[in-house]
Structure formats: C-alpha cells, structure tokens
C-alpha cells in the first residue's frame, strides 16, 4: 500500500542518508521503523490518567530548599499584586 506522508526535509535527509549507509531502501527502513515502534512494549497509547503527578515526580525533593519564610501568603510584600488587575512587568 502507498501512503503519503510529511516529515520534516531535514529527517528526509537523515534516513535518506541513513537507507544509504545501510545499503537499503528508505522505504524499507521507514516500514522497520514503524515495526519497532508498533512492536514496542511502549507502543500503547499514554493517556494523561497514566502520567504521574508532577507532586509524584517532585517527591524526593520536597522540602530541600528553606526559603526561610514559613508561608509566601502570610507576607504582604509576596502578596501586593495577587488578585489585581494590573500586570507586573518583573
């Protein structure tokens, strides 16, 4: 079956090129590509439900940084422009 799709002119290159070193087709080692990619265990498709939090991620570092001030919202300087219509241009 043909298929007609865009990528990139610089990937084209790259396999281009790459087919050539390999002594084969670029369609041939496009349809590879596609096998392993299809034959991957992460080939399933990730739905945002199965990412981790970024609190999951950031875990083992909680905590490390003291900024030396309990809580940002109890101190007016922190909390001057909140809520404002007005933009900072910090």
């Known amino acids: ?4 799709v865009e990528i990139s002119d610089n990937l084209f290159r790259r396999a281009k090129a790459e087919a050539a070193l390999r002594g084969r087709k670029f369609k ?3 349809e590879e590509g ?5 034959e991957s265990p992460e080939a399933t498709i990730t739905t945002p439900c199965d ?3 970024l609190h999951a991620l950031m875990k083992q570092t909680c905590g490390m940084v003291d900024s ?3 809580d940002l919202a ?3 300087d922190h909390m ?3 809520g404002s219509a007005q933009t900072s241009d910090r």
Request: aromatic residues 4%; neutral net charge; proline residues 8%.
């Open 1 to 4: 079956m043909k298929a007609t």
């Open 28 to 30: 041939d080692l496009v």
């Open 34 to 38: 596609l096998l392993r990619v299809l």
């Open 51 to 53: 990412l981790p939090t």
């Open 68 to 70: 030396g001030i309990d």
């Open 74 to 76: 109890t101190n007016p």
């Open 80 to 82: 001057r422009e909140f």
